[in-house]
């Protein structure tokens, strides 16, 4: 991110999502969220038929279905972290279930206040402003209320790429410390060998670049794998396994014993 700015990645991908279909919930308030994803996006053009498209879209309609799944299954608290502009707490709002956002104070910021223009009621999120390169997120999370008690869901959407491994592996174990048994973790993270040729990889990392956000962590498999059950989490057998070998993974917190 450039210093003193919202993410500009975060802005193109609620442009995106304006175009996409999302998972279907009896409950919350999905016009809300497209208000937000057209106030932030203003009116930039995105190109639906290009393969990061595709991929957006498969990200979003997998991180939407874990959390759909996770409140329908009684889960009450979610953990947003690297929020940027999504609008799930909205979307999937539900009584009883309690709503936590991790993100950069400048992002943050941006969204708030334009939540704040729409008129946006936003009682059920707690804004947790972190930096997760110094913050301990654990931390931010208690402060704005999380109890780490009761058993959370975590999504770490689109983040991952941008981090240096040490910060990555920091927010990885920072949510673990915040987990209680029970928590899930749902990821996205960069995997070589994974959605897209080296070609698209490659774009892909020029054009982050010249947005000021250059990815800075593509992981094999095996490094992967060590890194996970390094933070304190494991893989589950949730999910498909084309979108497993995307990087697109549902963590539950291990035993610390």
């Not at 500009?8 to 497209?34: H, I, K, N």
């Not at 979003?60 to 279905?65: G, Y």
């Amino acid at each position: 991110m450039r210093a003193g700015a919202p993410s500009e990645t975060a802005r193109r991908v609620a442009a995106y999502r304006l175009g996409f279909e999302r998972a279907p919930a009896s409950w919350g308030d999905a016009a809300a969220d497209d208000r937000l994803a057209h106030e932030v996006a203003g009116g930039m053009s995105v190109d639906p038929t290009t393969r990061m498209a595709r991929y957006l879209a498969a990200r979003t309609a997998f991180f939407d279905r874990v959390v759909v799944s996770a409140i329908d299954g009684g889960i009450t608290q979610v953990v947003v972290a690297a929020a940027g502009y999504d609008g799930r707490a909205l979307r999937y709002a539900r009584p009883g279930v309690r709503w936590f956002e991790l993100d950069h104070p400048d992002t943050q910021a941006d969204k708030r206040a334009a939540l704040d223009r729409l008129g946006i009621e936003t009682s059920d999120i707690g804004f947790a402003a972190a930096d997760f390169v110094v913050d301990d997120v654990a931390a931010a999370l208690a402060e704005v209320g999380h109890d780490r008690s009761t058993p959370t869901l975590f999504t770490v959407e689109g983040v991952a790429v941008y981090l240096d491994r040490p910060v990555l592996e920091a927010l990885l174990r920072g949510l673990r410390r915040a987990a209680a048994p029970g928590s899930r973790l749902a990821i996205s993270l960069s995997v070589e060998g994974g959605a897209g040729t080296s070609a698209t990889r490659a774009a892909f990392r020029s054009g982050v670049a010249r947005l000021g956000e250059p990815a800075r962590t593509t992981l094999t498999v095996d490094e992967a794998g060590d890194m996970i059950s390094a933070t304190g989490w494991e893989v589950t057998g949730a999910g498909s396994e084309r979108g497993r070998s995307a990087g697109l993974v549902v963590l539950v917190a291990s035993d610390p014993s």
